[in-house]
């Protein structure tokens, strides 16, 4: 793996973390958490398998 990858690997669970605590805290709406946790993971499957 590359240093990006484990970049990639690292920082998504981070943002989708983050993105359920902001919907736990009553920041976000629920489809505001799904669309910024599926752009997440969207991101970071392809820029993962671009490495």
Known sequence: M???QIGLVV???IIVG???????MG????YSTI????A???IATIL???Q
């Open 27 to 30: 920041v976000l709406q629920g």
């Open 18 to 24: 983050f993105s359920i605590l902001l919907h736990r």
């Open 48 to 50: 993962y398998v671009q």
């Open 2 to 4: 590359t240093d990006a």
């Open 40 to 42: 997440a993971c969207l």
């Open 11 to 13: 920082a998504a669970p």
């Open 35 to 38: 669309i910024a946790v599926s």
